[in-house]
């Protein structure tokens, strides 16, 4: 059998395609593993956080659709909510393509706040919406 190294062969056709397809597939892996990796999640009340108030950059209370509320502590690269029903958590901020996002490890549960508005998607599920800031106590 002779090499003809200048011939296009369907085998040399079948492998680029899996090299270029393999390769994005592998930098996608990676991104979602390493975006994932850098968000926490640490279930504790929001006044337990042991933040000193020195660290608060700013904080809302965002009034939302079906009458729910969110509160929201802003640090530097996290926002502690209470929300209205009942639960408190501490989220850090992860990469975002427009206004802030905060996340959980696994992304389970997302607050987006842009400017004066808000929402919560828990499992690509939008929980907390129509949120926006109330500015009444300002």
């Known amino acids: 059998m002779k090499i003809e190294w200048n011939k296009v062969t ?3 056709r079948v ?3 899996i090299i270029y397809v393999g390769t994005f597939a592998l ?3 990676l991104g979602q593993w390493c975006g994932a990796s850098k968000a926490i999640i640490n279930q504790v009340p ?3 956080t042991g933040e000193n108030q020195d660290n608060v950059i700013t904080s809302a209370t ?3 659709a079906g009458g729910k509320t969110i509160n929201a502590v802003f640090f530097s690269e996290k926002v502690a909510l209470s929300l209205s029903d009942g639960r408190s958590m501490l989220l850090l901020q992860t990469l975002s393509a427009s206004g802030a996002r905060y996340s959980n490890t696994d992304e389970s549960f997302v607050f987006w706040n842009t400017g004066d508005t808000a929402f919560i998607q828990e499992r690509d599920k939008t929980t907390y919406e129509d949120c926006i800031a109330d500015n009444t106590n300002k």
């Open 10 to 12: 369907w085998y040399s």
């Open 15 to 17: 492998a680029a395609i």
């Open 27 to 29: 930098a996608f892996y």
């Open 46 to 48: 929001a006044q337990n």
């Open 62 to 64: 965002f009034d939302c």
